[in-house]
């Protein structure tokens, strides 16, 4: 698949069948988090991978009821728990660099849409999950000290994949030389 058509036609996916992903397929996309540009080649993420239907269980309950990815979280075949390890990008010696702190979440953000892209080259779903517990997460998977889990993403075959949103026309968004209000 061809870059911009995999970014035109990429969406959030909630609806994933249970049914086992190639590992070739979850290595590809491994692989595209690897290659993930990052602060100073920094390559503050890691990733765990849940597969176990009970570990997903505990994960799902650090969502809310209402949150519209919670059965994806159980069904996925896979979850990748997208976490960042903190004090290196955006660092220098030990001393932020940036007037917006710590660039983990940039750098893990960055990782999160190449995961996503990448499994819906292979003809995978996947949904981007941002709001949860992400404390509870990290006792449940025994994150260590110095190290944020920012994402979930649960990666599956779709059971159907939605129609795209509207997008606002680049006028609305893309100023030269000056921004515009």
Same mark, same amino acid.
């Given at each position: ?23 070739? !397929? ?16 920094? !390559? ?56 917006? *702190? ?6 893990? *953000? ?11 080259? !292979? ?56 921004? !515009?209000?």
């Amino acid at each position: 698949m061809e870059l911009l058509e995999a970014i035109r036609t990429r969406r959030t996916v909630r609806r994933l069948k249970a049914d086992p992903i190639k590992e070739e !397929q979850l290595k590809n996309i491994l692989e595209a988090i690897r290659w993930t540009p990052s602060w100073a080649n920094t !390559q503050c993420w890691e990733v765990v991978v849940v597969r176990d239907r009970s570990v997903k269980e505990k994960l799902a309950e650090t969502l809310s009821p209402t949150n519209p990815a919670l059965k994806a979280v159980t069904n996925a075949p896979v979850v990748l728990v997208m976490c960042g390890k903190r004090g290196l990008a955006g660092f220098k010696k030990g001393e932020v660099t940036t007037d917006k *702190g710590d660039w983990f979440i940039f750098d893990v *953000g960055a990782a999160t849409l190449n995961a996503c892209l990448a499994a819906h080259a !292979q003809g995978l779903g996947s949904v981007i999950v941002g709001l949860f517990d992400s404390k509870k997460v990290e006792e449940i998977l025994g994150v260590p000290e110095g190290v944020s889990v920012v994402s979930l993403i649960p990666i599956g075959v779709p059971e159907k994949v939605p129609e795209g949103p509207k997008r606002k026309p680049l006028e609305e968004f893309v100023f030269e030389n000056h921004y !515009q209000s």
